[in-house]
């Protein structure tokens, strides 16, 4: 049968066994979930033969020669018998010269026209590495997420995927020993439409497509070794962590540490895939596929944990813009006025800030949004003034949010009582707070993020000796 026959659309999970199929994980309840069993738990030593999810980051594929360096790290674990999947970003720089592109075209463009564009990055690599292993006499085939299919929302730019056949990848593993080269960050939506998943994307495809194709590990392979206490790029000290928990892992991921998209981490938490963060530029041929402990930090459920810090980590965020609206009445119905309107524009509110009124009378409410959509927060509050009866808004986007993360917060108290003295004896200004069990965030001007971070990174015992 010719190739292009044999690439089939997938028939979702009906006819197929729920080993293979994946399905709705993404659903809030989880409701669809089509009884993908739970992981086998090798350990990171590679089993004689495991399946693998590797995949590779904007820098790791930047150009040709780096291309020619991933194809290394895939022929080694080919070599040493695995099956293996590759899951590929676009050149570093190429989705933003993308977005860029739509920007200039029309800054109000059509989303499903912006999939279509931005999603052309994930494909020229695919192509490219799928050429790269061939020519080092590997089998591997590059596939576009409506070719799997990926089958998504219709969110477009920021769709959550719903289905993935493996069918086809695994009986390639078997038959043909082919390594599937598959484009990250996009998928097809309900109208047979490209899709793209939000930025930072392909982690969510490659933990995804190690759910859908049971593999043993899904390796993600960045620009840093691991993840580390706080983005080592800006404080040096920051050291990387061995394991992390899932639950640490989606607080600093969704809390700003951009090393795996949130996403990305919900999926691995849900069907308890092993995610492993390592570095493309360790030289391949010195890894040992079989080794015991290559470097890296392995994201996985709570119990493997044997040490646990209080603090684990730091993230921050500088993509926050806070809105106060001042003078509202102090009744009930005020925040279900502010908050409906932004919910229904699909704007994410996150920290909310209000005063218990000294007269009973009137109050201020302050809360925070992402800063890309700072001008339509304002808009959408704007328009709801004669629901909501304010005085005047005001909104600030020099402004950063630190967050303290450690599943060991759960059993002591006062660890942000700490944070408070040691950021107050740096003169710096907390203007919100919020907590939850196992994280607290601060607000604070943009200008003294780094000092923040530090700061605490110091004060919790995470320098590195
Ligand atoms: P890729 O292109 O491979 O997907 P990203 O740029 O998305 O890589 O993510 C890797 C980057 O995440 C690192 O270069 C680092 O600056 C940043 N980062 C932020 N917080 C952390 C952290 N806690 N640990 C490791 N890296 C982090
Ligand atoms: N190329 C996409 C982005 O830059 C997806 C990804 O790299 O994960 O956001
Ligand atoms: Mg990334």
């Known amino acids: 049968m010719p190739e292009d026959q044999q690439i089939r659309p997938g028939t979702g999970c009906g006819p197929h066994p729920p080993s293979v199929c994946i399905r709705a994980f993404l659903h809030p309840c989880f409701r669809f979930l089509c009884g993908v069993q739970q992981f086998k738990h090798r350990s990171i030593a590679a089993d004689l033969m495991s399946r693998l999810v590797m995949k590779f980051g904007g820098t790791s594929v930047a ?19 695995h099956e293996v999947a590759v899951v590929v970003s676009a050149m570093s720089g190429k989705t933003n010269e993308l977005v860029g592109w739509a920007t200039e075209a029309s800054p109000m463009h059509d989303a499903r026209e912006y999939d279509t564009v931005v999603a052309s990055g994930e494909q020229v690599t695919s192509g490219l590495l799928a050429i790269t292993l061939q020519a080092l006499g590997i089998q591997a085939r590059s596939w576009q997420g409506w070719q ?20 086809e990848i695994i009986k390639r593993f078997k038959e ?18 490209i899709t793209t998943l939000g930025r930072g994307g392909s982690d969510t495809s490659a933990v995804a497509i190690a759910a859908a194709v049971q593999a043993d590990r899904c390796d993600i392979y960045t620009d840093v070794d691991g993840v580390y206490t706080t ?17 640490e892992m989606l607080e600093l991921a969704s809390q700003g540490a951009k090393v795996l998209q949130v996403r990305s981490v919900e999926l691995g938490m849900v069907h308890n895939v092993r995610v492993f963060v390592r570095s493309s530029f360790d030289k391949p041929e010195d890894i040992d596929p079989h080794s015991n402990q290559p470097p890296g930090t392995l994201i996985c459920s709570e119990e493997e944990i044997v040490e646990q810090q209080v603090v684990t980590g730091i993230a ?17 119905g005020i925040a279900a006025a502010i908050f409906g309107p932004l919910a229904e524009a699909s704007i994410n509110v996150d920290m909310i800030v ?61 660890v942000a009582a700490q944070a408070f003295k040691a950021l107050a004896q740096r003169n ?27 700061t605490l990174h110091t004060l919790y015992g995470l320098d590195k000796a």
Request: proline share 3%; hydrophobic share 40%.
């Open 63 to 81: 150009n040709i020669e780096r291309i020619r360096n991933v194809a290394r790290h895939v022929k080694r674990e080919v070599d040493a018998g």
């Open 148 to 167: 799997i299919p990926i089958r998504t929302s219709d969110a477009h730019g920021s769709a959550r995927i719903e289905d993935i056949d493996g069918t």
């Open 176 to 193: 043909r020993k082919e390594v599937a080269v598959i484009s990250g960050f996009q998928g097809i939506g309900p109208t047979g439409r």
């Open 231 to 247: 983005d080592p790029r800006v404080v040096p000290k920051a050291q990387r962590l061995d394991k992390v928990a899932f639950e």
């Open 316 to 332: 921050f965020s500088k993509d926050e813009a806070q809105i106060s609206v001042r003078h509202v009445q102090d009744k009930p």
């Open 354 to 414: 209000q005063n218990v009124s000294e007269d009973g009378a009137y109050t201020d409410l302050t809360f925070t949004v992402p800063a890309a959509d700072h001008a339509r927060a304002r808009e959408t509050i704007t328009k709801a003034k004669d629901a909501i009866g304010y005085a005047r808004l005001d909104s600030a986007t020099d402004v950063a949010k630190v967050s303290v993360i450690g599943i060991g917060m759960r059993s002591h108290a006062g």
């Open 428 to 454: 710096i200004n907390i203007r919100a707070i919020t907590t939850s069990e196992i994280k607290f965030s601060l607000l604070i001007d943009a200008a003294y993020t780094e000092l923040a971070v530090r």
